[in-house]
Each structure stands twice: as C-alpha cells, then as structure tokens.
C-alpha cells in the first residue's frame, strides 16, 4: 500500500509554511491513479494558498510498480544510509527480479517510470543520449561542443510509417525541445551493454545517470 503523511514547505515566491501531503511509499497496484501523477509530475505540485504560485515539493519517496517489478528511490539527499537499501532490497529480492534504481530528483524519476513503462532498459537509453549527442557535436561548430552538458530526457516511442523511434526532450533557450531518434540506435545501444557486461554496475539500488556513463564512457 502507499503511505503518505504531512510536512510543512515554504513558498518559493512568499515563504509562507503550508501544511502538504507527501508520499513516502506509492504503490501503483493498490493506487493505479498515483502512477500517471507521477509521470506528469503533478503528485509533486502544490500551489500556495496565500500568492498561488506552483510550487515543486521535495521529499524522500519510494516508487513501487510490482507489475514492472521496478523500485526507484526518490532521495532529493542522496543520502540513503546501508540498513535502508539492504532492508528494501532484501524485500524486493524476496518478490522476485525488480530492477531497483536511485535518482536525486522529481524529473529523474519520471524519467525512469517512463523507460520502464515503455519496456526499455535505462543502462541501454542512458547510451542511446551519449550516441546522439556525439553525433550531433560532430556535424557542429567545435564553439558548440557544451552541447554534451545538455539534459536529455526520455519522453516517449513513436511510430510512423511502421518506423519507431524515440523522443527525447532538453531545454533550449528558455523552451523545451523534442529530438527524434531512430529505434536502431537504442537497439545498438542494448548491443553495447551486451557486449561489455563489465560496465554494468553492481549493487543494489543503482544510480544509472549521465555521471554513471562518464565513469565508463568519457566524453
């Protein structure tokens, strides 16, 4: 089951103290609505009463998708001690084969249900990005070569006329783009990982980000 429970956040805008639900456990097959709240991430919005202003809550969370068999903790601290990880990983191994991962903030861990949901691996995605922006910095100017500090996110698969790929979405300019890429480059990408299982982290909760690909792919 899920579990909430009460914290008090300031507004980012007035600083008034509001009294908030956070979620310290979802559980989507006792609360299947929860799931597409954090998709979008409006499960982590609350608006002031007092000036109205949207604003992001951060607070520790534990995802659980017992269908996908996925656990990702949401720890905006990152400091998530031994006993913690090794009680819940014990729990998951008892369940069966769950992939269990650590991201520091809201959109990561949207980003990681959004990979899971549409069936793919996040090792082989976190590479599909790396391939992509080479290959964009190499038809630029070398002035453009901070491209490689770009954000890229998993948003979605397509399909058009029987090809898929996938969308990525970065921030430019103040405003949010959409890249397309073809469904080859992620199945190369899963190639890689098969290839070079050494690359492949051990652990238990498992932090797969750009910084986990630069430790084994430099840029």
């Not at 956070?22 to 499960?43: C, F, M």
């Not at 607070?59 to 990152?78: A, F, N, Q, R, T």
């Not at 369940?95 to 082989?124: H, P, Q, S, T, W």
């Not at 698969?157 to 990525?168: A, D």
């Amino acid at each position: 089951m899920s579990i909430t429970g009460e914290a008090l956040a300031p507004c980012s805008r007035c600083g008034r103290k509001s009294k908030i639900t956070v979620y310290k456990s979802i559980n989507t097959a006792d609360d299947p609505e929860l799931k597409d709240r954090v998709r979008n991430g409006s499960l982590f919005i609350w608006e002031c009463p007092e000036c109205h202003q949207a604003n992001l809550a951060k607070y520790e969370c534990l995802y659980h998708d017992p269908e996908k068999k996925i656990m990702v903790w949401l720890m905006p601290s990152g400091d998530l001690s031994e006993m913690q990880m090794q009680v819940v990983s014990n729990h998951a191994r008892a369940m069966g084969d769950y992939k269990l991962r650590l991201v520091g903030d809201v959109g990561e861990l949207m980003e990681k249900v959004l990979i899971f949901d549409a069936g793919l691996d996040d090792m082989a995605v976190e590479i599909c990005k790396y391939v992509t922006k080479m290959e964009l910095m190499s038809k630029r100017n070398a002035g453009e070569a901070s491209l490689a500090d770009i954000p890229f996110h998993f948003h979605r698969i397509e399909e058009n006329e029987g090809v898929k790929y996938l969308v990525f979405i970065y921030p430019s300019d103040g405003r949010m783009m959409s890249i397309n890429i073809g469904y080859n480059v992620y199945e190369d990408s899963s190639g890689i990982l098969q290839r070079n299982p050494d690359i492949i982290p051990d652990g238990t909760f498992l932090k797969i980000d750009r910084e986990w690909l630069a430790s084994v792919i430099k840029y």
